[in-house]
Protein backbone atom coordinates (compact mmCIF):
# COMPACT_ATOMS: atom_id res chain seq x y z
CA UNK A 1 0.00 0.00 0.00
CA UNK A 2 1.38 3.37 -0.99
CA UNK A 3 0.40 6.63 -0.46
CA UNK A 4 -1.60 8.75 -3.85
CA UNK A 5 -1.40 12.48 -4.17
CA UNK A 6 -3.70 14.04 -6.25
CA UNK A 7 -2.92 17.10 -7.58
CA UNK A 8 -4.26 20.18 -9.20
CA UNK A 9 -3.04 23.97 -10.38
CA UNK A 10 -5.02 27.10 -11.04
CA UNK A 11 -4.00 30.26 -12.20
CA UNK A 12 -4.42 33.30 -9.56
CA UNK A 13 -3.47 36.92 -11.18
CA UNK A 14 0.14 36.37 -13.11
CA UNK A 15 1.00 33.14 -11.05
CA UNK A 16 0.12 29.30 -10.84
CA UNK A 17 -1.29 28.15 -7.56
CA UNK A 18 -0.94 24.03 -6.99
CA UNK A 19 -2.17 21.38 -4.25
CA UNK A 20 -1.30 18.08 -3.63
CA UNK A 21 -3.84 16.27 -1.22
CA UNK A 22 -3.08 13.09 0.34
CA UNK A 23 -5.17 10.71 1.70
CA UNK A 24 -5.15 8.39 4.50
CA UNK A 25 -7.46 6.19 6.51
CA UNK A 26 -7.89 8.62 9.33
CA UNK A 27 -6.49 11.81 8.02
CA UNK A 28 -5.59 13.79 4.43
CA UNK A 29 -2.60 15.91 4.52
CA UNK A 30 -2.77 18.81 2.08
CA UNK A 31 0.02 20.87 0.26
CA UNK A 32 -0.79 24.46 -1.65
CA UNK A 33 2.18 26.30 -2.90
CA UNK A 34 3.10 28.55 -6.03
CA UNK A 35 6.43 27.97 -8.24
CA UNK A 36 8.04 24.52 -9.58
CA UNK A 37 8.60 23.02 -6.21
CA UNK A 38 6.26 21.97 -3.72
CA UNK A 39 7.66 23.41 -0.56
CA UNK A 40 7.00 23.38 3.70
CA UNK A 41 5.24 26.30 4.52
CA UNK A 42 2.90 27.51 7.35
CA UNK A 43 1.11 24.22 8.91
CA UNK A 44 -2.54 23.76 10.40
CA UNK A 45 -4.19 21.00 11.73
CA UNK A 46 -7.78 20.96 12.10
CA UNK A 47 -9.60 18.04 13.72
CA UNK A 48 -13.20 16.35 12.56
CA UNK A 49 -14.59 18.31 15.95
CA UNK A 50 -13.76 21.79 13.99
CA UNK A 51 -10.74 22.25 16.65
CA UNK A 52 -7.94 23.82 14.83
CA UNK A 53 -4.32 24.65 15.53
CA UNK A 54 -1.26 26.35 13.79
CA UNK A 55 1.67 24.10 14.22
CA UNK A 56 4.20 25.83 12.45
CA UNK A 57 4.53 29.45 11.25
CA UNK A 58 2.34 32.13 11.27
CA UNK A 59 2.08 33.94 7.29
CA UNK A 60 -0.39 32.00 5.59
CA UNK A 61 -2.08 30.41 9.10
CA UNK A 62 -5.90 31.66 8.51
CA UNK A 63 -5.87 30.36 5.16
CA UNK A 64 -3.99 27.16 6.49
CA UNK A 65 -7.46 26.69 8.90
CA UNK A 66 -10.08 27.85 6.48
CA UNK A 67 -8.65 24.83 3.97
CA UNK A 68 -8.27 22.51 6.84
CA UNK A 69 -12.24 23.01 7.73
CA UNK A 70 -12.89 22.74 4.24
CA UNK A 71 -11.35 19.74 3.74
CA UNK A 72 -12.41 18.19 7.41
CA UNK A 73 -15.85 19.15 6.10
CA UNK A 74 -16.07 17.39 3.40
CA UNK A 75 -13.94 14.38 4.41
CA UNK A 76 -15.06 13.71 8.46
CA UNK A 77 -10.97 13.25 8.93
CA UNK A 78 -8.19 15.47 10.55
CA UNK A 79 -6.92 17.68 8.02
CA UNK A 80 -2.59 18.60 7.97
CA UNK A 81 -2.10 21.44 5.76
CA UNK A 82 0.63 23.07 4.32
CA UNK A 83 0.66 26.81 3.29
CA UNK A 84 3.65 28.25 1.41
CA UNK A 85 2.32 30.98 -0.67
CA UNK A 86 4.49 34.31 -1.49
CA UNK A 87 3.34 37.81 0.38
CA UNK A 88 2.10 39.32 -2.66
CA UNK A 89 -0.77 36.06 -3.03
CA UNK A 90 -1.58 35.74 0.53
CA UNK A 91 -4.96 35.19 1.36
CA UNK A 92 -6.35 36.78 -1.69
CA UNK A 93 -6.13 33.23 -3.12
CA UNK A 94 -8.31 31.98 -0.84
CA UNK A 95 -11.17 31.21 -3.01
CA UNK A 96 -8.71 30.11 -5.89
CA UNK A 97 -7.39 27.56 -3.35
CA UNK A 98 -10.95 26.64 -1.68
CA UNK A 99 -11.95 25.70 -5.33
CA UNK A 100 -8.69 23.57 -5.85
CA UNK A 101 -9.57 21.63 -2.78
CA UNK A 102 -13.45 21.11 -3.97
CA UNK A 103 -12.36 19.67 -7.43
CA UNK A 104 -9.06 17.30 -6.28
CA UNK A 105 -11.87 16.24 -3.22
CA UNK A 106 -14.21 15.81 -5.82
CA UNK A 107 -12.31 13.87 -8.37
CA UNK A 108 -11.37 11.10 -5.85
CA UNK A 109 -7.97 11.12 -6.46
CA UNK A 110 -7.67 11.79 -10.21
CA UNK A 111 -4.79 14.11 -11.23
CA UNK A 112 -5.07 17.23 -13.22
CA UNK A 113 -2.34 19.42 -14.45
Not at 51 to 72: E, F, K, M, N, V
Amino acid sequence: MGLDFSTGSAPFQDRQLHAAVGELGNAVVAFFWEGDEPRLGTLTVTLPDRSSSSLLGDRDRHLGLILGAQITAATGKMALVSTNLPLAVGEGAGKVLLGLVREIIGRGGKDSG
